[in-house]
């Protein structure tokens, strides 16, 4: 996630696959579609290493949400978070904050399939997403 200065007439939304395993420590790993009021079409790959108060795995997908262009979507960014989960299928959402000084760049959420030793954890993770644009429309 990027660190230039949000766009008040843009957004940026991407849909995808996201996986993660962990074990108070952890990772996750996604790749998707994204696409731009600023009439960008593209995919996008992303991975986070962070931590979980919780023991388990998952995989599904997710959406998210970026207040501004996809220069905003790329680069390196902060997310705090939280995950509620059943026997078999759970969701979470997470805010997404670019490095200090901590501007709101978005939100993300999802929904997936998984093992969790516990129905509810909060996670904190540093992540790194690579766009790559495919279309420019007119």
Known sequence: MGLTAG???AATLALGVNTAAFYGLGISVGAGLYGSTTRELGVYTGGSV???TNIGYSAGLQYTFIFGPPSDFGGVAIG????????LVGGGAMLLFSLPPFRCLGYSVGVGVGYSTLPFDVTVQV???TPKPLLYFK
């Open 80 to 87: 705090v978070g939280c995950d509620v989960s059943g026997v």
């Open 50 to 52: 962070g931590v979980w």
């Open 7 to 9: 766009s008040k007439s």
């Open 127 to 129: 992540g790194i997403t």
